[in-house]
């Protein structure tokens, strides 16, 4: 089946511009969670949705958002972009239902340049 | 945050077993030890998890202690396509979120 599909591979904004970032879970995957990677702060998680519903969050300013729809597939918001927002945006879904553990599948990430 | 500790680079020749080593001596009982790689940039991959007894699956085995404060996973027959940096989190019974840490950069020498 389909793997996790990640919406534009690879975009450049302006300083102060807001950008939205897509992500389709596997089908029959109900959570999908958010990753910034970049050099200096390596992985960091940024928000998990399940059923529609934002289940987690990391430490990341207000600038960052996200929403899933009734289709699993989830979008996520960065607003006034600053230059260290430059970043792989990476997302995961799971099957995992709430106190199961399972794996997580990783799509191939957007790439966001921010000039 | 991140509750792992890993070396942060490893060699090992091709055809060898690769052990990566990993310390998480402050996990909970109800935390599952999973590992992930991650090849230049691309998303990452899963590799294995587990709870508190060993597991093997066609990538890899993973060797959790008694006390669970540390684990080694092996790569019984590296080859240079295993070139990539190995993540291991500690991971909440609930919810997805995983909380990377620094992992351990593998190279594969011919």
Redesign the interface.
């Known amino acids: 089946k389909a793997g ?1 599909t990640q919406t534009p591979r690879y975009l450049i904004k302006t300083r102060g511009q807001q950008v939205t970032l897509s992500c389709s879970p596997i089908s029959g995957h109900r ?3 958010w ?1 910034q ?1 970049t050099p200096g702060q ?4 940024l928000f ?1 949705y ?1 059923s529609e519903t934002q ?2 969050k ?1 430490n990341f300013p207000g600038r960052f958002s996200g929403r899933q729809f009734s289709n699993s597939r989830s979008e996520m918001n960065v607003s006034t972009l600053e230059l260290g927002d430059s970043a ?1 945006y ?1 997302c ?1 879904s ?1 099957g ?1 239902r ?2 199961r ?1 399972t ?7 957007t790439r966001l340049t921010v000039v | 945050d991140a509750k792992t500790t890993q070396p942060p680079s490893m060699d090992c020749a091709e055809g060898r077993a690769a052990n990566l080593p990993c310390n998480h001596s402050t996990i909970s009982g109800n935390e599952y030890v999973y590992w992930y790689r991650q090849i230049h940039s691309q998303g990452p991959q899963y590799i294995i998890h587990g709870l508190k007894n060993n597991e093997t699956n066609e990538m890899a085995s993973l060797i959790i202690t008694e006390d669970r404060k540390s684990s080694t996973l092996i790569l019984p027959h590296a080859t240079l396509r295993d070139t990539a940096v190995y993540y291991c989190i500690v991971r909440p019974p609930t919810g997805n979120q995983f909380y990377f840490g620094t992992g351990t950069s593998l190279t594969v020498i011919p």
């Open positions: 996790v959570s999908v969670s990753y990677q390596g992985l960091q998680f998990e399940f289940r987690n990391g792989l990476l995961a799971s995992a709430p106190g553990n794996e997580a599948f990783f799509g191939q990430g």
